[in-house]
């Protein structure tokens, strides 16, 4: 994995780019977020789906459903 920094001196205008790669650490947290962002995505899909067989059970649509949850 790639890291890749832009530094820009503001007096001079000169931009460097920096390209490394990640040490284990860097690794680590990036794997760390995207299992949590995963982990977000797929409760909130749940969530989704409960909600739509409520609404199905009840005959409402998704947007009457909302009205009525708020």
């Known amino acids: 994995m790639k ?3 832009t530094e820009v ?3 001079t205008g000169i931009e460097t ?4 790669e990640a040490t284990a650490t860097e ?4 794997e760390a977020e995207v299992k949590f962002i995963a982990d977000v995505n797929a409760e909130a899909k749940a969530k ?4 739509q067989a409520i ?3 009840l005959g409402l649509t998704a947007d ?3 009205v009525l949850l708020g």
């Not at 780019?17 to 490394?20: A, D, F, H, S």
């Not at 690794?27 to 990036?30: R, S, Y």
Request: glycine share 0%; no cysteine.
């Open 17 to 20: 780019v920096i390209e490394r």
């Open 48 to 51: 989704a789906i409960a909600r």
């Open 3 to 5: 890291i890749i920094t």
């Open 55 to 57: 609404a199905d059970r």
């Open 9 to 11: 001196d503001v007096l």
């Open 64 to 66: 009457e459903l909302q």
């Open 27 to 30: 690794k680590k947290k990036a």
